[in-house]
């Protein structure tokens, strides 16, 4: 499967942003789905998830400010973010994989497939 990440911008701090992940077939259900990030020098960090399309997962740094979920119909996975600050400035990327099991859902490694990445910048 394919994965093509959109939305990214520049938008200043408190600012709003939603980044779309579009996949080549239909994953609804079957994929488990997640948005990471990474800055140069940091290590990429698990954002947000959805475990099959149902139960989602938030990163403490994003919980409450960013929003998760699917639109199965347009095999697309959307990343509400809002209340943006500087230290959410990096390049997001969404990945899906089959096999990986709730506790996994926030550690890049789990995942197959993986898109080439939107950037954001607060600023």
């Known amino acids: 499967v394919q994965l093509v990440e959109s939305g990214g911008a520049t938008v200043p701090p408190g600012g709003s942003l939603k980044l779309a992940c579009v996949a080549s077939?239909?994953?609804?259900?079957?994929?488990?789905v997640g948005w990471f990030r990474q800055t140069p020098g940091k290590g990429r960090e698990g954002v947000a998830a959805?475990?099959?399309?149902?139960?989602?997962v938030y990163a403490d740094s994003v919980k409450g400010r960013f929003t998760i979920r699917s639109d199965d119909a347009k095999n697309t996975v959307f990343l509400q973010m809002s209340g943006l600050s500087p230290e959410d400035t990096a390049m997001y990327y969404c990945?899906?994989?089959?096999?990986?099991?709730?506790?996994?859902?926030?550690?890049?490694?789990?995942?197959?497939?993986w898109g080439q990445g939107t950037q954001v910048t607060v600023s």
């Open positions: 077939e239909y994953i609804g259900g079957a994929y488990s």
């Open positions: 959805l475990h099959k399309r149902s139960l989602p």
């Open positions: 990945a899906a994989d089959q096999s990986i099991d709730y506790w996994s859902l926030l550690e890049g490694g789990a995942y197959k497939y």
